[in-house]
């Protein structure tokens, strides 16, 4: 994955800061990453990006946006040119050969580098064909072929790509918002897959690229959401999708966000701070600065939707680790915690407790048949990767 | 309806408000001019407001007569007319015109003699941008003047972040621009003046007037408690508390607002007479929870005012004081238990926990409250440990309770 993203987004932050539009912040998408003027922005009425910002090209915003004409899921000149340079990815060969492409199987791939002037009706797609399009990647999800990094990198790119498209003719309603809301689930369902997949270096990358893509997905959706807002409209999901803004404070090591949750809440309406999602999101949080791991886990496991686990199962290694230390720190060392019941509270297979608490350095007693850890080892240390969860475990005495 | 006015007497007042203009700029007086650019205070109907109804022609007579000033007094004069007739969004976009002009000029003066117009125009593009997209959005329209207003002020903070006497009036700019950001919830674009105001060679916090270092002071610190940076948030709000002229009590109440929720943060309380005497009674409830050790009463405050203080922000740095009322609840047990049987007060039972909570009508099991004692024993609000197997809390014999003493948790 293209190691660029990370650097230039952090430095994207305040110096294009002023005289940007409240309605679209432009995270990337149609958007050269500091290369060339960018495009107006995608909603006729955030069209006062005022002087200090813009650009001459920006100015073009008066202008109508254009409105794309390619009829494939990728323009034939971009076909026929990666034809020649034999950059087509596995997905998008006839056969396995290397240098033949059809329709029905390329997909245009993202450009960093896009000025709205040099750009044609013709390499732009329409909502119909962004849509085959969006359903025709995501189901390359299930394919079973190939190795899953490889699939996540080809649908992360294409999505971006149909992201640009909307972007670039400043599309904003149900449909563009459907597309968003499905490229957000790919990107958790990526983070929970990627997180279960793949233990070293290079994938914990993949993860934290794949994390900050779903950062700013998630909150140029939001812009979307305002401005359908204003016509009354609302999309069916859209408190579940607010929700997993508030989930992403959970983990360390997320992208930083922009604003703070304090922030963000205060500009938000009663009516979604209220709604069952948010307020799920809103009251595990509150029980994992409380350290009430017990009701944290409860909650999980009854009330989280299926996305919402997905978002939070590679986080809950974290907090269980979290959970050790405090009983290693607060515990008496001659009263050992059974890992049998601290895997019930924690809600974790005693194997995976067991080896969670190797990691951590924490030394296991055994005495007849009865697994424990003694409080106040000074062994103790966080470590510096924690392994993925299997996710929320709930013994069969426990299930009722 | 204003009373018949002769096109004579219409164009005698428009010659006069335009010469005064031109006076006070030519002879360098500052506060003249800046009284003459008040527009948005303006009531509907005065008595220039009505010559340039009757008098229609009046941007020709305005760069006929001062065609070194034809940039800046015929689009003046459109703010002032558009205004009286209630057009704020016509208003806005005349006097943007007219502030730039007037900044061009600005940027040619050597000296700041024309400072004070110059914060009149920052303050009035401001003022007169929310009357506009107020307009605006009641007709359905897209408000984007604030935000407009916001890049002009950019703009005149350019012209003001210079070396020489100009950059006092830097931080008066960098005020409204808060005051803007906030309005519009952009608040991440404070940055970069906080950058140039905090890191830049050209100022010297301390030159700035004071009522300048309050307002900056009361903003920077409000982005310090969205941040839960409570101890800068205290140093910040202090200032601006200490600061600030105590006849303005809208002002204070403003910073209190703020204030309180951090000064709790730290472990310090304030007086129930303080919560009354600036009106800020919706605290009054956390505050007795923390006392008392009270948790429902916490709770049931948080759900009260919630949508308040979701809105200012404060929300969560409130709901993070559950901890500390959990210590107070703990500490009153043990006190309680040091009169009914010293010699075994520093052993709590778990299940004595669980029958407090469950007499607050608060529902958790043995387990819950071993896990958030753990929390509080590893924060340092409790001194002591659990052991697992009694179940039971025991606290250090020195000092099991230690204060925040300043330091958030």
């Known amino acids: ?400 | 309806m204003a009373p018949y006015l002769s096109m004579g007497e219409a164009h005698r007042r428009i010659a006069d408000y335009l010469s005064r203009v031109a006076d006070s700029i030519s002879s360098s007086d500052g506060a003249a001019l800046a009284s003459l650019l008040a527009v948005s205070s303006a009531p509907p109907s005065t008595p220039l407001s009505d010559a340039l109804s009757a008098f229609p022609d009046f941007p020709r007579l305005a760069a006929d007569r001062y065609p070194h000033l034809s940039d800046l007094l015929p689009t003046l004069l459109r703010a002032i007319h558009s205004h009286s007739l209630i057009r704020f969004a016509d208003a806005y976009s005349s006097f943007e015109k007219a502030a730039n002009a007037f900044l061009q000029e600005f940027r040619n003066w050597e000296t700041p003699w024309a400072m004070e117009a110059m914060h009149t125009v920052a303050l009035e593009i401001r003022l007169l941008a929310e009357k506009a997209d107020r307009e605006l959005a009641t007709s359905g329209k897209n408000p984007d003047k604030l935000q407009a207003a916001g890049s002009f002020l950019m703009k005149v903070f350019g012209a003001l972040a210079v070396k020489g006497p100009k950059r006092i009036g830097a931080l008066y700019v960098t005020c409204q621009l808060f005051k803007i950001y906030f309005r519009l919830g952009t608040v991440h674009l404070c940055r970069s003046v906080i950058r140039s105001i905090e890191t830049a060679r050209n100022f010297d916090f301390e030159d700035f007037p004071v009522k300048d270092k309050v307002t900056y002071m009361y903003y920077t610190g409000r982005l310090e408690v969205f941040n839960e940076n409570f101890l800068v948030a205290d140093q910040k709000l202090t200032y601006a508390l200490m600061h600030c002229n105590p006849q303005y009590e809208a002002n204070l109440r403003r910073i209190l607002k703020f204030l309180v929720p951090v000064k709790l943060s730290i472990g310090v309380l304030p007086r129930i007479t303080l919560l009354e005497r600036y009106n800020l009674l919706e605290y009054a409830d956390v505050v007795t929870s923390l006392k008392r050790g009270d948790l429902r009463l916490l709770r049931q405050a948080l759900e009260r005012h919630e949508d308040q203080f979701l809105k200012s922000g404060v929300y969560l740095v409130l709901e993070k004081l559950e901890l500390q009322v959990y210590q107070r609840l703990v500490k009153k047990i043990h006190i309680i238990q040091r009169q009914k049987e010293p010699a075994k007060a520093h052993q709590i039972k778990l299940e004595v926990v669980v029958k407090a909570l469950k007499w607050l009508e608060i529902d958790m099991d043995v387990d819950e409250v071993e896990c958030i004692m753990a929390c509080l024993i590893y924060k340092n609000l409790i001194k002591g440990y659990f052991a697992h197997k009694s179940k039971v809390l025991v606290l250090s014999k020195q000092d099991p309770f230690p204060k925040l003493n300043g330091k958030p948790v």
């Not at chain 1, 896009?114 to 189901?139: G, K, N």
């Not at chain 1, 062994?379 to 929320?392: D, E, R, T, V, Y």
């Open chain 1, 1 to 400: 994955m293209d190691r660029r993203d990370m650097a230039s987004h952090r430095g994207r932050s305040s110096a294009r800061g002023h005289g940007r539009s409240r309605g679209w912040r432009g995270r990337g998408e149609g958007r050269g990453r500091g290369a060339g003027p960018s495009p107006p922005p995608p909603s006729s009425s955030t069209s006062s990006f005022s002087a200090a910002g813009a650009t001459a090209a920006d100015r073009g915003g008066d202008a109508p946006p254009i409105v794309g004409t390619c009829p494939d899921m990728c323009p034939a000149r971009e076909r026929e040119q990666r034809e020649r340079l034999r950059d087509l990815a596995v997905f998008e060969r006839v056969g396995s050969d290397p240098v033949r492409t059809s329709p029905s199987l390329a997909v245009k791939k993202f450009c960093r580098t896009i000025s709205s002037t040099s750009v044609q009706a013709s390499d732009i797609r329409p909502p119909p064909v962004l849509r085959e399009t969006m359903d025709y990647i995501l189901h390359l999800l299930d394919s079973s072929g190939h190795k899953f990094e490889i699939i996540h990198d080809f649908i992360f790119d294409r999505t971006r790509s149909v992201r640009q498209d909307l972007s670039i003719q400043n599309i904003v309603n149900d449909q563009a918002i459907q597309i968003y809301e499905d490229v957000i689930k790919f990107h958790i369902l990526s983070h929970q897959r990627l997180a279960r997949s793949c233990q070293d270096s290079d994938a914990s990358s993949l993860c934290y690229l794949n994390m900050e893509q779903l950062t700013k997905c998630l909150l140029s959706l939001f812009d979307m959401y305002d401005m359908i807002h204003k016509n009354n409209s609302r999309s069916s999901k859209e408190t579940e999708y607010y929700s997993f803004y508030v989930l992403l404070h959970l983990g360390f090591k997320i992208p930083k966000m922009v604003d703070s949750l304090s922030l963000w809440y205060s500009n938000l309406s009663a009516s979604i701070i209220q709604s069952k999602e948010m307020i799920f999101a809103r009251t595990i949080l509150r029980f994992y600065h409380l350290g009430n791991f017990k009701r944290f886990f409860c909650t999980i496991a009854a009330e989280a939707t299926d996305l919402q686990l997905c978002l939070l199962e590679p986080f809950l290694n974290e907090a269980r680790v979290r959970a050790l230390m405090y009983f290693n720190h607060s515990g008496y060392k001659l009263q050992l915690h059974p890992l049998r019941y601290l895997s019930e509270i924690l809600m974790v297979e005693e194997l995976e407790l067991e080896t969670l608490c190797r990691l951590c350095g924490l030394e296991i007693s055994k005495n007849e048949d009865i697994k424990a850890f003694a409080p106040k080892q000074a062994s103790f240390c966080l470590p510096a990767s924690i392994p993925q969860s299997n996710g929320i475990y709930i013994s069969r005495e426990n299930q009722r």
